[in-house]
Nanobody, 123 residues
Framework: QVQLVESGGGLVQAGGSLRLSCAAS????????MGWFRQAPGKEREFVAA???????YYADSMKGRFTISRDNSKNTMFLQMNTLKPEYAAIYYC?????????????????WGQGTQVTVAS
């Protein structure tokens, strides 16, 4: 089992950047496949990016070239670097973990979730 805690959210001006972190406790972080999702008010939770235990990365089409997902297994931490932020990117950002690898865009296939961190983008 793994526990996840996000940090790094906040208020940023449009065009600015933020780096989110997801700290994991528990055993064998390096064996987990990880993902970032976001949920805006009144909308469904949507996939942002994923990183496999192998280091392979995957992005939602709209995030490619703007967001970068990474992990540091020595620190049990995953990151999401977000650049050139737009107001429509404002949401609660969640990190998630799963053991088995499958459809990395499906939220219900992730067994473990953090509490989320709020990102607000001012226009």
């Amino acid at each position: 089992q793994v526990q996840l805690v996000e940090s790094g959210g906040g208020l940023v001006q449009a065009g600015g950047s933020l780096r989110l972190s997801c700290a994991a406790s528990g055993r064998a972080f390096r064996t987990y496949n990880m993902g970032w999702f976001r949920q805006a008010p009144g909308k469904e939770r949507e996939f942002v990016a994923a990183i496999a235990w192998s280091g392979n990365t995957y992005y939602a089409d709209s995030m490619k070239g703007r967001f970068t997902i990474s992990r540091d297994n020595s620190k049990n931490t995953m990151f999401l670097q977000m650049n050139t932020l737009k107001p429509e990117y404002a949401a609660i950002y969640y990190c998630a973990a799963r053991k088995a690898w499958g459809d990395y865009e499906r939220a219900n296939e992730y067994a473990y979730w953090g509490q989320g961190t709020q990102v607000t983008v001012a226009s």
